[in-house]
């Protein structure tokens, strides 16, 4: 008699149960509704990774398209806004941008980052978004940066546009992480991807290990597990992030950023390490970075109630070695609160700048 495998004998209710699952899965990481899910899925035999990588190939070839193809103008729209960065300052082909668009904070002796969860997974007017965010990295000029849902032409255009910077992307499939370190200030060493084991929306850990003035920095960023229903997952991967945090060398400062998704309640559960402090709790908690992601003020997702969380989060631990000049925050701002031509904003997301004195 020939052997029944254990999802042979499972009843039709399972397969309909785990199939139910894998749609809402789907349609979580995609933006999309079950019945999207249930085609792309039904046409990959069910299997999400491949299900993914064909809903997103659909638009990705597309998206960028006149962006490549019109090298005569690289000048992205400006935006609606009394700061306008001068059109010299647009181009990021240069190594140095131009001084007219440095901020008063960005000096020699300080080290300056911008978070900002893209949302790359949304495709409207997505090349005109993604020059807003160039427009702003001309604006700030920031050291680093640290990216969420970036999408392969995304991470093309960045790598055109963007040339005084180096991009570190954190996948290549579907959507993932990167960071954008400043050449001239930043000196990259090497870069690992950490697998969060149990993730079912394809998320990881990005680090980067650099150098900055002398001083040895652990970059980290993710893209933690989303939803109020993955809380325990999403726990589970701030527990694994926090263990790198805390084996860090003591010579080396570590900074961990991006779109966690957390709770203030998740982050108690959790703890943090000795040593370890919430930049914007340090800075003193001030209420106009509180939300970053609010669909009172931003309306780039329609949604049918109001949502103001503090999705966005930098976290930082100095190093503790005698002798070894600390990294301490002293400015926090959001960024992208300013509508494009387009009528929508640069994310559903706003971004994080933050600055910190060498010291």
């Given at each position: 008699?020939?052997?029944?495998?254990?999802?042979?004998k499972?009843p039709?209710?399972?397969?309909?149960?785990?199939?139910?699952?894998?749609?809402d899965?789907?349609?979580?990481?995609?933006g999309?509704?079950?019945a999207?899910?249930?085609?792309?899925?039904?046409e990959?035999?069910?299997e999400?990774?491949?299900?993914l990588?064909?809903?997103?190939?659909?638009?990705?070839?597309?998206v960028f398209?006149?962006?490549?193809?019109?090298?005569?103008n690289?000048?992205?729209?400006k935006?609606?806004?009394?700061?306008?960065?001068?059109?010299?300052?647009i181009?990021?082909?240069g190594?140095?941008?131009?001084t007219?668009?440095?901020?008063?904070?960005d000096?020699?002796?300080?080290?300056?980052?911008?978070?900002w969860?893209?949302?790359?997974?949304?495709?409207?007017?997505?090349?005109?978004r993604?020059?807003?965010?160039?427009?702003?990295?001309?604006?700030?000029?920031?050291?680093?940066?640290?990216l969420q849902?970036?999408?392969?032409?995304y991470?093309?255009?960045?790598?055109?546009?963007?040339?005084?910077?180096?991009?570190?992307?954190?996948?290549?499939?579907?959507?993932?992480?990167?960071?954008?370190?400043?050449?001239?200030?930043?000196?990259?060493?090497e870069?690992?991807i950490?697998?969060?084991?149990?993730?079912?929306?394809?998320?990881?850990?990005?680090?980067?290990q650099?150098?900055?003035?002398?001083?040895k920095?652990?970059?980290?960023t993710?893209h933690?597990?989303?939803?109020?229903?993955?809380?325990?997952?999403?726990?589970?991967?701030?527990?694994?992030?926090m263990q790198?945090?805390k084996d860090?060398?003591?010579?080396?400062?570590?900074?961990?950023?991006?779109d966690?998704?957390?709770r203030?309640t998740e982050?108690?559960?959790?703890g943090l390490?000795?040593?370890?402090?919430?930049v914007?709790?340090?800075?003193?908690?001030?209420?106009?970075?509180?939300?970053?992601?609010?669909?009172k003020a931003?309306?780039?997702k329609?949604?049918?109630?109001?949502?103001?969380?503090?999705?966005d989060?930098?976290?930082l631990?100095?190093?503790?070695?005698?002798g070894v000049?600390?990294l301490?925050?002293?400015?926090?701002?959001?960024v992208?609160?300013?509508?494009?031509?387009?009528g929508?904003y640069?994310?559903?997301?706003?971004?994080?700048?933050?600055?910190?004195?060498v010291?």
């Open positions: 008699m020939a052997s029944t495998s254990y999802s042979d499972q039709d209710t399972d397969v309909e149960t785990q199939r139910t699952r894998l749609c899965e789907f349609a979580t990481i995609t999309t509704d079950s999207v899910a249930q085609c792309y899925l039904a990959n035999d069910w999400m990774q491949r299900a990588n064909s809903f997103f190939e659909a638009d990705m070839e597309r398209a006149e962006d490549f193809e019109d090298d005569s690289p000048t992205p729209k935006q609606k806004t009394e700061e306008q960065p001068s059109a010299d300052c181009d990021l082909t190594d140095s941008p131009a007219s668009c440095k901020s008063a904070e000096d020699e002796k300080k080290l300056s980052l911008i978070s969860n893209v949302d790359g997974l949304d495709t409207d007017n997505l090349g005109e993604a020059r807003g965010l160039c427009s702003y990295l001309v604006l700030y000029t920031p050291d680093v940066v640290f849902e970036l999408i392969p032409p991470v093309q255009y960045l790598k055109k546009r963007a040339v005084s910077y180096l991009v570190i992307e954190g996948g290549e499939e579907a959507y993932f992480t990167g960071m954008m370190l400043r050449k001239s200030r930043v000196k990259f060493l870069s690992e950490v697998t969060y084991p149990t993730t079912q929306m394809m998320r990881n850990l990005l680090v980067a650099v150098i900055f003035k002398g001083h920095l652990c970059l980290m993710s933690l597990e989303s939803c109020k229903g993955h809380a325990e997952e999403r726990m589970k991967q701030l527990r694994m992030v790198r945090v860090a060398p003591d010579d080396v400062t570590v900074l961990f950023g991006g966690t998704n957390l203030d982050v108690v559960k959790v390490p000795s040593g370890v402090c919430d914007w709790e340090k800075l003193g908690k001030q209420e106009h970075c509180r939300y970053t992601w609010d669909t931003n309306s780039n329609t949604v049918p109630f109001v949502s103001r969380c503090r999705f989060r930098i976290y631990r100095p190093a503790t070695k005698e000049p600390q301490c925050p002293d400015h926090m701002a959001l992208g609160l300013e509508k494009l031509d387009c929508r640069t994310s559903d997301h706003w971004g994080i700048y933050c600055s910190f004195t010291g």
